[in-house]
């Protein structure tokens, strides 16, 4: 008798046993999932409106007479027709820099962003050609940076597809 209770008590304990082995590993497979979520969070508008308050500050390789450039002074030297140091003009050497800042900022491959699109405008009109990387998508976060300078207006556009 004493036998046969004890084998029940067995029983009993691995089953508990096993529904918490069971429910230890449903929890795991749940927390791997959420933080590989956690991974592809969404570009937050914050980011982009601060990337080209950031750009804007970046020194460039063009030079004048004073010394290099920041690409909001290279803005001006484009709309001005002005040339670098180098001989290059302002507005090719604003292009070549707006490229690079925004392929080594906005990498697309295996992140969440899949495109972004960059455009400078004069008066509304395009002072250089758009630059654009990726893949459009309905889902996106923009911005634009507004200034200006002898009375004309220039408006700095960004937006992060994904």
């Not at 592809?40 to 390789?61: G, K, P, W």
């Not at 090719?92 to 992140?111: D, F, M, P």
Request: with cysteine; aromatic share 10%; hydrophobic share 40%.
């Amino acid at each position: 008798m004493m036998n046969r209770i004890n084998k029940k008590g067995q029983e009993e304990i691995i089953g508990f046993v096993m529904i918490i082995i069971l429910v230890a590993v449903i929890l795991l497979i749940f927390v791997g999932f959420s933080l590989r979520s956690g991974q592809t969070q969404d570009v937050e508008s914050y980011e982009v409106e601060s990337f080209i308050r950031a750009i804007l500050q970046h020194t460039t390789e063009c030079k004048d007479n004073f010394g290099y450039l920041s690409v909001d002074r290279l803005i001006f030297e484009c709309m001005n027709k002005g040339v670098c140091a180098d001989d290059r003009s302002a507005c090719e050497a604003l292009t070549e820099s707006l490229e690079g800042i925004t392929s080594e900022a906005w990498r697309i491959e295996n992140r969440p962003v899949e495109g972004y699109k960059l455009e400078v405008l004069l008066e509304g009109e395009p002072l250089i050609e758009e630059i654009f990387e990726g893949n459009e998508s309905k889902n996106h976060k923009g911005a634009v940076q507004d200034f200006s300078k002898g009375g004309n207006s220039i408006q700095v556009f960004f937006r992060a597809y994904y």
